[in-house]
């Protein structure tokens, strides 16, 4: 069956930038939107960023916004987040997900690829 499988995560400083990447193999689902989560340490799952598969339409958590930018590739079915000039708060556990039509929830989620910046 299908699965998502994330990678690009990684131990960084202060300032740099890391891509994180989410492929989509197989298709036992349509897409209908991706998005970015992640989750710190002590804290809750919140959403970074979401894509529209069809229309491209883009969607970001302000506290990321002109930092992070989604993207992605129609014929790999791959998501990427480029990240710039990461801070320590952005250190947390992401994941991508998507659903299949708007009126689903976010039922399918990836292992997660840890994201840690030091000061």
């Known amino acids: 069956q299908g699965q998502l499988v994330e990678s690009g995560g990684g131990l960084v400083q202060a300032g740099d930038s890391l891509t994180l990447s989410c492929a989509a193999s197989?298709?036992?689902?349509?897409?209908?939107?991706m998005g970015w989560f992640r989750q710190a340490p002590g804290k809750e799952r919140e959403p970074v960023a979401s894509i529209v598969w069809t229309a491209g339409s883009t969607y970001y958590a302000d506290s990321v916004k002109g930092r992070f930018t989604i993207s992605k590739d129609n014929t790999k079915k791959t998501m990427y987040l480029q990240m710039n000039n990461l801070r320590p708060e952005d250190t947390a556990l992401y994941y991508c997900?998507?659903?299949?039509?708007?009126?689903?929830?976010?039922?399918?989620w990836g292992q997660g690829t840890q994201v840690t910046v030091s000061s």
């Open positions: 997900a998507f659903r299949p039509s708007i009126y689903a929830s976010y039922n399918f």
């Open positions: 197989g298709r036992p689902f349509s897409i209908y939107q």
